[in-house]
Structure formats: C-alpha cells, structure tokens
C-alpha cells in the first residue's frame, strides 16, 4: 500500500504533482483563465463584502493560513489575522457581523478548531472550511469551502495536506480578488497560468531527490537548525524547522530572515546550519546578505533557491534549485525540498519518520 515506496512519507511527498493537479481539476481553467470553486460560488458576495477574515487552524495548517494571510491581503485587500484555534477559542475573541472565518484542517477532526468555529458560528460569523477529509466535523460546520482533494494522508507529518491547502487557498483567494476586482483582468490570468504549471514544477524539484540526500548526510548529527525566510516564505520557514522538529527530531527554529540579528544570530557558529529560503522576490538581495552574514561567523549555509541565480552558490555550503515561479505561487514549490531534506534527516538519524514518537495524526482531544 506504499505503493513501492519505502515509508508513507516518501510516497506522499512524491504524490504531491498529482494532488496539487486533484485539487485544481474542474476548478481552475488557466487556458480561459477562470476558476470555479462549486462550494464557494454561492457566498462570494458575502466573502468579498468580509470587512476582516480570521484564520483558525494548528500546526501545519496554521502555517498555510499565514501564508493565506499575505496571499489575501495583497490580493484580495481585506485585512486577514491567523490565530492558533487553541488560543482562540478561549479569548472571547471579538467577532464582528461581515468578519469571515477560514478553518484549515486536513482532518477536519482536530478538538480545537472544532471548538473555535463553532464559538464564531454562534456569533454570526460565516465559516469557511478548507479541509481534506470528505464529510469531516469541520467540513459539516463549515458554510462554504473548498476541499483539498489530496487523498488519505497516512505519515503523520503533513505533506501533500500541506499543499493541497495552499492550492485551494489560492484558487479561494484569487477568485475573490477577481471578483472584487482587486487584481486586474491580466493579473488574474497570470496568476491563473502560474497555477497551472504548479504540478509540472513539483515533478521537477522531486528529481532533485538524489541530492537532498546527499544534502541530508550532511545535516544528520546537527543538534539545532535555523530555517529563514521572509514574505511568501517567512511561513515556509516555519513549516520546514517542524517538520525537522517533528520527522528528525532536531531542534529547529523558523524565523522572518530579518529577525535574525534581533536573537537568534547568538546561536550562529559552525554547527549551525541555516536554511534559506531564498527565491527570487523582492527580499532576495536582502537575504543573500544574511547568508553572507551567517557564513562570517562560519555558519553552514544551505539555500533554496531558483534555477539560474548564480550568485548565491558561491556562498551556500549547499543549494537546492527550484523552477521560477511568480513570488505568490512559490511557496507551494519551495516546501517541496523542504519536506524531502525532513525525510531524509530523519531516515539517516533512524527515526520512524511515518509514527514520530509522542504525536498523533489528528488531535482529537485538546
Ligand atoms: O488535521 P489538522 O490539519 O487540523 O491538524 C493540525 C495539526 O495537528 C497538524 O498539522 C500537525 O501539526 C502535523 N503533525 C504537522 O505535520
């Protein structure tokens, strides 16, 4: 059932091209540049009209809920807050009428943001599910929605989950904008385009497979990790130090790039290895100078990066390239290496990285 892979981890993270195009069939049609999400199209009024929007998830969706907020901020221009359903379910939180909930779970079971929506549907809010499991709690709370069609995810750490969150988020984002006419025609056709040939960059970042291994071997016996990346990929960052926390169980921190000299540069010395999320956007001159940075206090750099950037190798103890893609389109890509570099370090350090010790795959009570 491993479909010849060796662990579940592997075979999901290797999924990826086809659940990242499971979740945009019949939805997105980059040739006439459209986008058809049945389980919204009756509330886009209402969600366009959405004075704020709330994000209520944990963990691994949490994540991809941040990486919604700079996504439906900039595109869609309604002010977005992304809040841990544990905290918030216990703040008697400020809901106003027109405020929109977005819960993200693979599940659909986690207790916590079970709780939080139900508390937010109470008073008044519209609840949207972004969920993968069909007919899960989540999704029957859930007025609207869009599910992430990625399949059964059996390896505890979130993978292709992951992804097929940040596919549908934005299939949801850019219909909105489209709709409310916050991106213009052309930007919406482009980001339609982008979308498309999300599976295709996939496919291509996984045949680097070889070489993250060989990357891997050369992280195994860290005891720490810093993972840095700003905008689009401040969440990625994030995303990459727990999956290394969950898989490997190195310590490992995710930090917005320009935090760095705010603390955790203190920790910086030639058993650190600092991972870069570093593709081309507005920061990446920024963030090459934090490379150089790191490697003055003789620090190991390994760098995600695009293909023909041929200023950061020169600096990285070790790259991984990834096909170019529009600034909002990649963090879907550059978590891809990510969760493969995870897998690796934890078959290397002999970890069941299919059952981590202590976790569950849903947490079903708080
Ligand atoms: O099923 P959910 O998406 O609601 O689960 C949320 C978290 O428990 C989950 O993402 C967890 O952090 C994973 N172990 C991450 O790999």
């Not at 949207?128 to 029957?140: D, E, F, Q």
């Not at 930090?255 to 999320?277: N, S, W």
């Not at 001159?285 to 950061?312: F, H, L, P």
């Not at 991984?320 to 990510?338: F, S």
């Amino acid at each position: 059932e491993k479909g010849g892979y060796d662990h579940f981890m592997l075979k999901e993270i290797f999924e990826q091209p086809k659940t990242i195009l499971d979740c945009l069939r019949g939805r997105l049609n980059a040739e006439n540049g459209t986008i058809q999400v049945s389980g919204i199209e009756n509330y886009l009024d209402e969600i366009s009209k959405a004075n704020r929007i709330i994000i209520i998830a944990c963990g691994t969706s949490w994540h991809a809920g941040l990486v919604a907020e700079y996504i439906i901020e900039e595109t869609c221009r309604i002010p977005v807050e992304v809040e841990y359903a544990s905290e918030f379910r216990y703040r008697n939180p400020i809901i106003h009428p027109g405020d929109m909930i977005i819960a993200i779970s693979q599940s659909g079971e986690t207790a916590d943001t079970i709780v939080a929506i139900e508390k937010a549907k109470e008073q008044g809010a519209i609840i949207m599910g972004i969920v993968n499991v069909v007919g899960s709690s989540i999704a029957r709370i859930s007025q609207t929605g869009a599910y992430t069609h990625a399949g059964p995810e059996i390896g505890v750490a979130s993978t292709k989950a992951f992804t097929g969150q940040l596919a549908a988020l934005m299939l949801v984002a850019f219909k909105i904008a489209h709709h409310k006419q916050t991106i213009t025609e052309e930007r919406y056709r482009e980001l339609c385009a982008e979308l498309a040939l999300v599976p295709g960059k996939v496919e291509k970042i996984l045949e680097q497979n070889d070489s993250i291994k060989a990357i891997a071997e050369t992280l195994k016996d860290s005891s720490d990790a810093l993972f840095l990346g700003r905008g689009y990929n401040f969440p990625i960052a994030l995303e990459g130090a727990l999956k290394l926390k969950e898989i490997s169980y190195i310590h490992a921190e995710g930090y917005p790039a320009a935090e760095m000299k705010h603390g955790p540069i203190a920790l910086v010395d030639e058993h650190l290895p600092v991972i870069f999320i570093a593709t081309k956007d507005i920061y990446h001159e920024k963030i090459v100078s934090n490379m150089q940075e790191i490697k003055a206090r003789k620090g190991r750099v390994i760098a995600v990066i695009n293909e023909g950037d041929e200023i950061t190798p020169a600096i990285a103890d070790g790259v991984i390239t990834i096909p170019e893609a529009d600034e909002i389109i990649a963090p879907i890509l550059n978590v891809v290496p990510l969760q493969l570099l995870s897998y690796h370090i934890g078959i290397a350090r002999g970890c069941n990285v299919d059952m981590p010790r202590n976790l569950a795959k849903s947490v079903t009570v708080e």
